[in-house]
């Protein structure tokens, strides 16, 4: 069921997209007159004075994976036709409220925020000076850009015309999903994307939709999950009011927060459900990690938004608990904790699910206090420590190229050389650790994180990356294992589906930016386009069961990839002052958090 512009409820009568057509259908003429804008655009290109042009870097030579034969999909043709992208424009529907064009001073004040307007800091700038693009790397750069600005046009007209205010657009059968809390996920996910991206139209009628239809308290008994609704629906308000401005994203972000201090009311970690009502908030007593320890960057900004500290207080509260915690390995805590608990041993830890963004929210909650918390710095620091003496695992041919991180058993340090793409994140964070803390040490292990990501997008049959990756061990305690020379990782001991995760393309982002290295580029580029050939349907991006099968969808399309990875795959071809990472704090569900 959609929402139409009277508010009303109608079944849907319109058609599926329309089929995809070829130029000629498209009309000779009209083809010619694309070709002819196309070489004028590239053309102009040559009259940008000097000082002007955006900046980038230059080609760099990178060495091909060597552990054995592989699929090389870098070299594939051009995927998009201009002609298919006009069609399907066509067949978009029309705004469901009759809102007024954007006024060009609102579509300018929101340029400027993208770009750090009001943003303060004192702490040193990490991203690395770009050389003076070339004109041919400036339209290489811009081609990229333009074609995941229409791949995510792609999807976001597919979740509108088909699950509009719905969580989730399946994206082969084309029907609605309610899966996280039945508010619109898809859409609040995706409100920063939109404005980052320049569709301010789009916007308008998604604010407008949260303006007049979004209730967050129809069912206070519901159980919410503390974790998702934080990183998802709180960070997604919080987000696009730093962007826009527009009071009601505000006001829906303090309404939730409301809600959500009534996971603290019997201690000092939130419960992993929470209810509008406090009295159906379920009573716990053993905690996830990352879902304790990732509130921090969302309620901090809050507080500084809405000038009340409670916010703020509930969160650094847990990071104090925690930091009293003694463990076997410094830093490092299993993934689930207790209230009140002092100490653990003979566990796991990982950096994988169940624990990722504890630490990840470590050193950005940090920065997002401008550096003025040195207990967040010190965790953060005695994590990336003992990760780098024990968890590291090296393949047999002692290539300095990749490596993993594995996950331990805290008694007897033994190692399960296995990553998940989740723990990808901890490329991005080493890198902006080495740049905050002098630490280069980090980003030797950040590039090797990132090109074992890279490379388990690259042996695949799909050019996408699985679940997690998983290595016979070579040595007795697991640090070093063996690589199979024609796939890489082991597929049948591999989880090998494929949702749309953004952890190795986060990581790439960081380390282009951090860096200024093409290669990164280069190799998200590849990514992409595998991507498109595998996962795209006539409706949106579907996940894959199994990356070494093709088109094996899934019928699932989760909100972050909106938010997500549609928006690094964006950003890593964007200007570098466009969300600039001396301006903003990414939440874990890459939701740009202005640093002020």
């Not at 490092?332 to 003979?346: E, M, N, R």
């Not at 699932?556 to 071809?573: D, G, H, N, Q």
Request: hydrophobic letters at 35%; charged letters at 25%.
């Amino acid at each position: 069921m959609l929402l139409t512009a009277s508010g009303l409820n109608t079944p849907p009568t319109f058609r599926k997209p329309y089929p995809r057509i070829s130029s000629k259908a498209a009309g000779r003429s009209s083809m010619r007159f694309r070709q002819l804008l196309g070489l004028l655009a590239v053309a102009s290109l040559s009259f940008v004075s000097a000082t002007d042009p955006d900046q980038g870097v230059g080609p760099i030579v990178w060495a091909k994976d060597s552990v054995g034969p592989y699929i090389d999909h870098s070299s594939d043709a051009t995927l998009y036709d201009e002609s298919t992208f006009t069609a399907e424009k066509a067949s978009y529907l029309p705004l469901r409220y009759d809102l007024p064009p954007t006024a060009a001073s609102v579509v300018q004040e929101r340029h400027d925020r993208v770009r750090g307007k009001d943003a303060q800091t004192s702490l040193k700038s990490i991203q690395a000076p770009m050389r003076q693009e070339s004109m041919a790397e400036r339209a290489e750069r811009e081609k990229r850009l333009r074609a995941v600005r229409r791949g995510f046009e792609h999807a976001w007209q597919g979740y509108r015309r088909y699950a509009w205010g719905h969580d989730e657009v399946q994206p082969v059968s084309g029907s609605a999903k309610d899966s996280l809390n039945g508010w619109g996920a898809t859409l609040v996910d995706s409100l920063d994307t939109l404005l980052i991206m320049g569709f301010d139209r789009e916007f308008d009628e998604a604010v407008e939709w949260i303006r007049t239809s979004l209730v967050m308290n129809k069912d206070p008994q519901m159980q919410l999950p503390f974790f998702e609704t934080g990183i998802r629906y709180l960070g997604g308000f919080l987000s696009a009011y730093d962007l826009s401005g527009e009071q009601v994203l505000l006001d829906k972000a303090e309404e939730l927060g409301d809600y959500m201090l009534n996971a603290f009311q019997f201690g000092a970690f939130p419960t992993g459900r929470v209810a509008v009502d406090p009295k159906s908030n379920p009573q716990q007593h053993m905690f996830v990690l990352a879902e304790i320890g990732t509130i921090q960057v969302e309620f901090t900004r809050l507080s500084k938004l809405t000038g009340n500290p409670v916010y703020k207080e509930k969160a650094l509260k847990v990071i104090d608990v925690m930091n009293k915690i003694k463990t076997q390995l410094p830093g490092l805590y299993p993934s689930q904790v207790g209230d009140g608990g002092t100490g653990y041993s003979s566990y796991y830890a990982t950096i994988g699910g169940g624990a990722d963004s504890f630490y990840e929210y470590l050193l950005k909650e940090w920065i997002l206090l401008d550096g003025k918390n040195n207990e967040l710095r010190d965790m953060f620091l005695s994590a990336v420590d003992t990760i780098e003496k024990y968890m590291v695992c090296r393949p047999e041919s002692g290539s300095h190229e990749y490596a993993i991180i594995g996950t331990i058993n805290s008694a007897d340090k033994q190692i399960d050389p296995q990553m998940e793409h989740l723990a990808c994140f901890m490329g991005g964070s080493l890198a902006m650790s080495a740049k905050y803390f002098d630490r280069p040490q980090d980003l030797v292990l950040a590039r090797q994180v990132a090109e074992a990501c890279f490379f388990s997008y690259r042996h695949s049959s799909t050019g996408l990356g699985p679940e997690s990756i998983r290595f016979p061990a070579f040595s007795s305690d697991g640090k070093v294992f063996k690589v199979d020379p024609d796939t890489f990782y082991s597929r049948y001991v591999s989880a090998q589906q494929y949702i749309l995760r953004p952890e190795a393309i986060e990581a790439l982002w960081i380390l282009y930016r951090t860096t200024g290295e093409k290669k990164y580029q280069d190799q998200a580029w590849e990514m992409f386009q595998s991507l498109e050939r595998s996962c795209r349907t006539d409706i949106a991006y579907s996940g894959l069961l199994n990356v070494n099968t093709p088109k094996s969808h899934d019928d699932k399309m989760e909100s972050f990839f909106l938010a997500e990875t549609m928006k690094y795959f964006y950003l890593i071809f964007s200007t570098p002052d466009v969300i600039s990472l001396d301006n903003f704090v990414l939440n874990t569900e890459a939701h740009p958090i202005r640093r002020t």
